[in-house]
């Protein structure tokens, strides 16, 4: 079927806002990966889920980052209050288990 | 703790040299190396990945890559650029035997391909 897609493509926001960025895996993959990916440098891994577990939230900065996947399908990533060092491309990656992981277009979001 | 290195934030080649991007990595266990290719405004696609069999893993678009342990080096190589191949590349690890096969990532390099 079709790739990973992302919503918004682009976010911009004022700080101190909250924002919810969306991941629609590839059917049946098990497993959905969020990454986040600041100008010039490499993406960095903030959590992943099987399924609807969440099994590893080590790469959240802080508190204000949270992410869900009560089906086990689509993900949303929040970020509450945003600061502008939230600036970033956010990348979701969905996979069977084990597997290639598969990237989506990301979501480029500017807090200003 | 994982880590990856890649030498040159940008890589200038014309068209029909060589391609060489440099990675170098840190693994406290075997680990499996990965390629990603960027083209603007488009995810991440997978280029080829080492898994632990072949040592020269041969990817799409003409690429290749050598897994080198004693050099703790994963250096992607493509034998003639095409203008196609302007992109930003990533290289990335993952351990073999831990749970979730995150990805941590190097810099990024940017090749430009000039005419």
Known sequence: GAGVSQSPRYKVTKRGQDVALRCDPISGHVSLYWYRQALGQGPEFLTYFNYEAQQDKSGLPNDRFSAERPEGSISTLTIQRTEQRDSAMYRCASSLWPGEQFFGPGTRLTVL | ?115
């Open chain 2, 1 to 115: 703790a994982q880590s990856v290195t890649q030498l040159g934030s940008h890589v200038s080649v014309s068209e029909g040299a060589l391609v060489l991007l440099r990675c170098n990595y840190s693994s406290s266990v075997p680990p499996y190396l990965f390629w990603y290719v960027q083209y603007p405004n488009q995810g991440l696609q997978l280029l080829l990945k080492y898994t632990s069999a072949a040592t020269l893993v041969k990817g799409i678009n003409g690429f290749e890559a050598e897994f080198k342990k004693s050099e703790t080096s994963f250096h992607l190589t493509k034998p003639s650029a095409h203008m196609s191949d302007a992109a930003e590349y990533f290289c990335a690890v993952s351990p073999i035997k831990a749970a979730g096969n995150k990805l941590t990532f190097g810099g990024g390099t940017r090749v430009l391909v000039k005419p």
